[in-house]
């Protein structure tokens, strides 16, 4: 889903029984998806075509793949060689738009040798394994937000390991990180421009439920069968019966989704984390809940988080998709608070401190070309990519133990030597 910046109770027994059916479901996934990877390690030279594999073609997936096709327009030597969806109807619009090869096994395109770098676009809770097989077979990867799903916290840990220990280039969909602001707001933190950090807020806020009105049933007759992949698409979540509403419109549902917190916070939370230059939290607190949009909707629409960080910073995410009307993102330091508007970023002294109010123009804007134009430069140079698997590992931790604190109705805490999450 593309950023629109700030414009835009649960039953806890039922969801504790969830996560229970949740740990068989991925025991069984294991079992079922039993694959064999060759170790590859592909990298590709400064003057070849890089081929890019599409999984997961729906609005967001086929608005990318239009992306990697504009951007070869331009004179990127790179294109869209193969296309994957669990539902052929849907994989056959993107096969003819594209010029692609169709493939309904993610596995399969995986190992298309022509595949050089992976685009995931699934939904949510497909994320770590279509990234975790693409990774196996040697492929770099973009992968939209969230990472993982909120109740695969130790697949997320997997995923990490393994783009490290194959050295993938790895960038996650937060695009609103490709303007320049971030980054130069980091390198002003670290010079101390605003003192020690100590406070910082953003937010996600729109009018409109974009789940049970803005995910349309492609098609109401639509069965499991040849066509489409219901067992590919539950993947580790609790076992169900096909249900045409939980396939097409998976993001109100909580097996599949987890509302504002994980499908929206990504694009706010990450730029501020990178800004600050922290890691993991120490913990978090979170509540919300179905204020506006009821109907088949399970997850929030409403939900307010605060994260504490050991550097003794809180940060504070607020958001609901009932009302537009947003806070401003800012970062308050001892000396100066940081503010994200006008030319790119404003620098307000505290009254009493000797420093001059400042304003720093952006450098570059941010846009979704422009992420993908970083992971294909990526791709060629092996660097870092603006949103790397480091930066994503950190904040999904953190929206992770945001939902487990909503459900629970406690504080989730994080273990930094044993990378666990713990609620009390």
Known sequence: MSQKGNERAVDRRKFVRMIAASTFGA??????????????????????????????????????ARVVRGLAEKGENVQIVAVCDIYRPRLERA??????????????????????????????????????????????????????HWQQFELLKQLVREVKARE????????????????????????????????????????????????????PNAKPGPDLNWDAFLADAPRRPFDVSRFFRWRMYMDYAGGPCTDLYPHCLTPVIKALGVTFPKSVAAIGGKYRYDGEREVPDTFDMLIQYPEGITVIVLGTIANEWGIPTLIRGEDATMLFEGPGIIIQPQSGVKKERLEIKRERDGSDAEHMRNFIECIRTRQKPYSDIDLGYHVQTALIMGMLSFIHSKVAHFDAQTETIKLA
């Open 95 to 148: 096969s003819k738009e594209f010029n692609a090869k169709a493939y309904m096994d993610p596995r399969e395109l995986v190992t298309d040798k022509d595949v050089d770098a992976v685009i995931v676009a699934t939904p949510d809770r497909l994320h770590v394994f279509n990234s975790l097989e693409a990774v196996k077979a040697g492929k770099d990867v973009y992968c939209e937000k969230p990472l993982t």
């Open 27 to 64: 025991t069984m996934w294991r079992r079922s998806r039993a694959y064999t990877f060759a170790n590859a390690t592909q990298v590709v030279g400064a003057n070849e075509r890089i081929g890019i594999g599409l999984i997961g073609c729906g609005g967001r997936g086929t608005h990318l």
């Open 168 to 219: 993938r280039v790895f960038q996650v969909g937060t695009q609103g990180l490709s303007d320049s602001i971030w980054h130069q707001a980091a390198e002003l933190i670290k010079q101390g421009a605003i003192g020690k950090p100590l406070h910082a807020q953003c937010g996600y806020f729109r009018h409109g439920d974009w789940g049970e009105r803005g995910m349309p049933i492609d098609d």
